[in-house]
């Protein structure tokens, strides 16, 4: 399936145009485009314009709420919850890490729990802005079961992702956003959007094995094995069961039951580092610490050692020129 190069600032405005056509105010169409964009930017076109077609179809359902009043509640010097009203997941993230930076910056740490929310896009965005203020940003998300325990055949977690980001002084920040499966659904349903493979052990089918073809799979598997079935019932204690809401099998599906409110929860954590040491050697240190890794010499079939969040930032750098790449169908949407 074909796919067409677009400037960045187009694509935002067909994706605020499209929201705002829907029921939404334009200052909540802008932030939800902006951080889908984001998503394309980086390369992760599987969390970004790809999606609005789904939001919307959601939203005129009645499983996501135009007209959210979210709402903050500090629970204490470093801790609140924000309550997402049931709308759109970037922007009850985008609240909830707001309110995080605020206090890390006052008390040294902010932690805030989202919950009544929607998915909400890439967390590479909300980490990435802590990064901006000299702060650390952790995040996780979690979503309903697509992912098989490690051991087992039938899905009970979701992909729950969980998110990095750690400034530093001159080189840019260090960002980890990564799925706790082998990968994100969204990546599954882009080869199938683009008529393409997906490569062995991404999915599995009704039988618990591996399939190619995207439109085969009906589960996820957790990378690492052992070690991905571990990190994604973390993501969903702190994303879901700390912050009262529902986990694994027990969430609303996102491709399923359109008219049901999602009630996601999301963890977001600020971490102020002039709090624990100088702020000009921790950022100084991790320029030594990123510049040293790319020193290291490569193994036999690479030309280098990258840092995390490397290739997203390099992709960013060349689209943001460019434009960003995305289906012709997804465009064809954006425009009608």
Known sequence: MSAVIVSHQEVKGLIKNKLAGAGISIRHAEKVAEILVHADLRGVNSHGALRTEHYINRLKAGGINPSPEIAFKATGPVTGIVDGDDGFGHLVGDAAMDQA???????????????????????????????????????MSHTDKIMVPFGGKEPFLGTNPIAYGIPAKN?????????????????????????????????????????????????????????????AMVVDIFSGLLAGMAFGPHINQMYGDLDKKRKLGHYFCVINPSFFTGMDTFLEQMDQMMKEVREIPPAEGFSGVLVPGEIEQKNEERNLVEGIEIAATTYDYLKA
């Open 101 to 139: 930076i605020e206090m890390a910056k006052e008390n040294g740490v902010g932690m805030v729990t989202a919950m009544n929310s929607s998915h909400c896009g890439a967390l590479s965005y909300f980490v990435q802005k802590a990064t901006k203020q000299n702060l650390i940003g952790i995040a």
């Open 171 to 231: 080189e840019k920040p260090f960002i980890l956003d990564m799925a706790t499966s082998n990968v994100a659904l969204g990546k599954v349903l882009q080869h199938k959007e683009e008529g393409k493979s997906i490569p062995e052990g991404w999915g599995v089918d009704e039988t618990g094995s591996y399939v190619t073809d995207p439109s085969k799979v009906v589960s996820l598997t957790p990378f690492g094995g052992p070690k991905g079935y571990g990190l």
